[in-house]
């Protein structure tokens, strides 16, 4: 009975598998892929946890309000690190994103799949579980981002070899080899694309006196980031804050600056992938050898960065297709495939 319940359900509800990153939320809707990417960032009413009514309130149109609201409204990010810093906010912006693209038919909630970092603690999944119930899912399933990630990237998981993923989120990075639907190894570091803008802020700060936000480092980071040289090294514009006067002021910084800016926090996603590997069975250390590394996630897109891995570690290195969607499509095959969810948890629940 309860089975033909289970069906009858499934017949009028849209599953989802959603990617809840601190930098992105990507949203994927089987049979049909990716419906919704957006930004995890949340206009509310200062004080109150409000969320701000109309579709400005949420994602794209309340990141560009970064840093520049009036004093009864802020914009914040509800997740850090991978995790849910802000369960009000993080809810309401769940419940938005999942009324947008689900189909409601006869009132079914639908059934969710969610990537989350790999190192997070069961109060923290439980965290992600409950905020996602109340946001109207009907049943929530959690997958490890490196899995959702090697599958998505098309990497061979439920086979008895060895494939390495490393995952660069805005949060986190997950370092993980991965074999037989499991994960064999994992480094879970909260060193990311968010460490990465920091890092230029800093350097902005500490060397030219100048206060530069968010979106700004953002925007150095993509026009202008590398973590090897390049053939021809340029300088962008910079606008912010004077320290010293308090005046706004423009400057010039070239690439080389920005590399040195972020060298610290780009060796110690270097380092995680090392000790990875240095963890893992000799067996599957010969299929790496073999098969290389894999980068996925936002932060596989920065400029050399492959490069200076395949350098420092001294083994193949391959970013993925797309590798921003990588964790949102593997969601969306583990929604089409549901033998491997079930191969997948049955792997959990023994460990």
Not at 107 to 127: L, N, Y
Not at 242 to 266: H, Y
Request: with cysteine; glycine share 10%; hydrophobic share 45%.
């Amino acid at each position: 009975m309860a089975s033909a319940v289970e069906w009858l359900l499934g017949r009028f509800s849209v599953d989802l598998g959603i990617d809840l990153g601190t930098a992105n939320t990507l949203v994927c809707i089987e049979g049909e892929g990716i419906v919704l990417t957006e930004p995890s960032v949340v206009a509310v009413q200062k004080g109150t946890n409000r969320v701000l009514l109309g579709g400005n309130a949420v994602g794209e149109s309340a990141k560009v309000m970064l840093g520049k609201t009036p004093g009864n409204i802020v914009a914040v990010r509800p997740l850090k690190d991978g995790v849910i810093a802000d369960f009000e906010v993080a809810e309401s912006m769940l419940r938005y994103f999942i009324q947008r693209v689900h189909k409601r038919k006869w009132g079914v909630r639908p059934r969710v799949v969610v990537a989350i970092p790999s190192g997070i603690t069961a109060v923290e999944k439980r965290a992600v579980i409950n905020s996602a119930e109340r946001a109207g899912a009907r049943r929530v399933f959690l997958i490890d981002e490196p899995l959702a990630a090697g599958i998505g990237a098309g990497l061979p998981i439920t086979d008895p070899t060895g494939s390495m993923i490393v995952d660069i989120g805005g949060g986190t990075t997950e370092v993980a080899v991965l074999s037989m639907a499991g994960i064999v190894t994992c480094q879970s570091i909260r060193v990311a694309g968010d460490e990465l803008d920091e890092a230029i802020m800093n350097h902005m700060r500490k060397n030219y006196n100048l206060l530069i936000g968010e979106l700004t480092a953002e925007r150095i980071k993509l026009a202008a980031g590398s973590a090897a040289p390049l053939e021809e090294e340029f300088q962008v514009e910079v606008k912010g804050r004077d320290l010293v006067s308090g005046l706004p002021r423009k400057t010039l910084i070239g690439t080389e600056e920005v590399r040195e800016a972020m060298k610290e926090p780009i060796g110690i996603i270097i380092d995680a992938i090392r000790t990875t590997l240095e963890q893992t069975q000799p067996e599957l250390a010969g299929d790496i050898v073999e098969r290389g590394i894999t980068l996925a996630g936002g932060g596989a897109l920065l400029t050399g960065l492959d490069r200076r891995i395949q350098d420092e570690i001294q083994l193949p290195v391959t970013i993925a297709d797309d590798p921003l969607t990588c964790v949102a499509r593997g969601t969306g095959a583990i929604l089409a495939h549901i033998s491997l969810l079930r191969a997948i948890l049955a792997v959990n629940d023994e460990d």
